[in-house]
């Protein structure tokens, strides 16, 4: 079965730092555009950051230089280290997958988010 | 704001037709980029609903279809049914951002 199990989540205090896992079964995350994204509590949908199978990254402008996206191959897992934790950080983050790309003058993209996490619940507050 | 502009709710009676719409510009959803629709249902995780404007995952009922028109789009739901009270994402790219992934600011479906 495909799927996604996000874990790591907590109550970090404002300033600190935490990991986000997401690990995966069913496919090859290495393969596949993986992307975090959040929920603030009652808010909508925020991407916050997605990797690429050839390991390019990219972030939102709110996680830029804080939050640093990657992946253990050997472990199929998704990782999301965040740092510099703020408040307005607080949300739910969910793991999703993207089979593969569009591509364009401008590089390449990933297609819809077929295969979502449960979600885990970061709550930055002292 | 989102840079894609949604209805924050929508309401419709069992059986009816509602249709959600999804607002951009010139850089995103005009620029030709496709759209996607997610639902979300109270305390769940997002699922793919809708992809490429119009075409719907295995397992999604064909009363849900999708469209798109110049820097817009729509998600139609006709036969309303109590089960699709959820809250409705579109999400496309933008040329101006970085990662280019984008999402609406989602639309609270009510079923009377």
């Known amino acids: 079965e495909v799927q996604l199990v996000e874990s790591g989540g907590g109550l970090v205090q404002p300033g600190g730092s935490l990991r986000l896992s997401c690990a995966a079964s069913?496919?090859?995350?290495?393969?596949?555009?993986m992307t975090w994204v959040r929920q603030a509590p009652g808010k909508g949908l925020e991407w916050v950051s997605v990797?690429?199978?050839?390991?390019?990254?990219y972030y939102a402008d709110s996680v830029k230089g804080r939050f640093t996206i990657s992946r253990d191959n050997s472990k199929n897992t998704l990782y999301l280290q965040m740092n510099s934790l703020r408040a307005d950080d607080t949300a739910v983050y969910y793991c999703?997958?993207?089979?593969?790309?569009?591509?364009?003058?401008?590089?390449?993209?990933?297609?819809?988010?077929?295969?979502w996490g449960q979600g885990t619940m970061v709550t930055v507050s002292s | 704001q989102s840079v894609l502009t949604q209805p924050p709710s929508v309401s419709g009676a069992p059986g009816q037709r509602v249709t959600i719409s999804c607002t951009g510009s010139?850089?995103?959803?005009?620029?030709?980029?496709?759209v996607h629709w997610y639902q979300q249902l109270p305390g769940t995780a997002p699922k793919l609903l809708m992809y490429?404007?119009?075409n719907r995952p295995s397992g999604v009922p064909d009363r849900f279809s999708g469209s798109k028109s110049g820097t817009s789009a729509s998600l139609a739901i006709t036969g309303l049914q109590p089960e699709d009270e959820a809250d409705y994402y579109c999400?496309?790219?933008?040329?101006?951002?970085?990662?280019?992934?984008?999402f609406g600011g989602g639309t609270k479906l009510t079923v009377l």
């Open positions: 999703a997958r993207s089979p593969s790309s569009y591509h364009d003058t401008s590089g390449y993209y990933p297609v819809a988010f077929d295969i």
């Open positions: 069913g496919f090859t995350v290495s393969s596949k555009y």
């Open positions: 010139s850089s995103n959803i005009g620029a030709g980029y496709d």
């Open positions: 990797i690429y199978p050839g390991g390019s990254t």
């Open positions: 490429g404007n119009s």
């Open positions: 999400q496309s790219y933008d040329s101006s951002l970085s990662g280019r992934v984008v």
